[in-house]
């Protein structure tokens, strides 16, 4: 979600999360700054195990810091760092900051096809009867600590 929300600075079509038109941040941000949330993206519950069927595990505040530190990282020019809360989002996923601003600047390049941990990835092939997990060495690389 990250990766496509920073697609806009990369491109540098925009310079900030909140000038990307057309990406879930922008709508997340607009919300937000009214206390809202927007209908039509799956909320964030900000809790990994409390109602975590019925949104995403972080805080929109703790995402769009998150988009915001690694934008600044990734664009040219600019300075930046992962900062604690971006790092308490990376470390419920289990996930080291250099994997992350890997996976956020190459992850077309890093992986094709289904993407995830590789017991869920195990499940998808066996829902779809396929014998093999394409991709699982990179998944097991980049998505793990």
């Not at 809202?36 to 109602?51: I, Y």
Request: aromatic fraction near 6%; glycine fraction near 8%.
């Amino acid at each position: 979600m990250a990766y496509v929300d920073l697609n806009p600075i990369r491109a540098k079509m925009a310079t900030t999360p909140e000038t990307s038109d057309h990406t879930s941040i922008q709508r997340r941000i607009r919300s937000a700054i009214k206390g809202e949330q927007p209908a039509e993206l799956l909320p964030f519950v900000g809790d990994e195990c409390l109602n975590m069927p019925d949104g995403l595990m972080f805080s929109v505040k703790d995402y769009i810091v998150l988009v915001e530190d690694t934008g600044r990282m990734i664009r040219e020019g600019r300075r930046g760092a992962i900062s604690s809360s971006s790092q308490g989002i990376l470390n419920r996923l289990n996930m080291p900051a250099d994997n992350w601003l890997k996976i956020t600047t190459e992850f077309g390049h890093l992986f094709k096809g289904a993407v995830g941990a590789l017991p869920a990835l195990t499940e998808y092939c066996e829902h779809l009867d396929r014998k093999r997990r394409h991709g699982a060495a990179n998944c097991q690389r980049w998505l793990c600590a």
